[in-house]
């Protein structure tokens, strides 16, 4: 009896602990943007942003792949602010779809993890017709690299057949703010 209420306060600590924790940290979607430079190519429906609570905003991207895309490229790079957005550590460039047969770079991995439960972007190329991501929201415990606070952009140009389609530009917001032992 006595070794069950260790173990049940052990838990009740660390979930007090694990709570504590969870409750300093905010991760949440400032702004996005989407622009399309080919119309004739890809066109955006919806491209917006959906506050639900405090710390919770939801992205919703709605487009449509006209042709058929077997070549997309994605130029990523990573701005932190600091008077105006200056470049931050990530610059990658991604072949999509040689990633999406076998993910080989460790940056996109983290991206793609963050909203592949959120989307139909999840098979091999090619690709046509709709491109969803709906209610899509920030986990703080899927990013897998120490962070340091403040604000961020994630900025992506899409090329499809080496020609620019379209833009997205992500800007989020993370903070942790550990509780102080007294």
Known sequence: M?????????????FTYKVRL??????????????????????????RLKAVSRDKVLLNLNGTILHPSNDIHIHGQVFKRFNGYK???????????????????PVAAIVYGLFK???????????VGPQIVKDFYLRHELLRLPFPTGDY????RWHF???LQFDTNISFTFVEDFVKKK
């Open 22 to 47: 969870n409750d300093a940290v905010v991760f949440k979607f400032t702004n996005f943007a989407c622009e399309s430079y080919n119309t004739s190519w890809f066109v955006f429906h919806n491209c």
């Open 87 to 105: 470049p931050w550590l990530f610059k990658e460039d991604v072949d999509a779809c040689r990633y999406l047969r076998r993910p080989y770079i």
């Open 117 to 127: 439960d959120f989307s139909n972007i999840n098979h091999t190329c090619p690709y």
């Open 161 to 163: 057949d080496k020609k």
């Open 2 to 14: 006595r070794d069950r209420l260790v173990i049940l306060a052990l838990f009740e600590v660390l």
């Open 153 to 156: 952009l994630l900025s992506m």
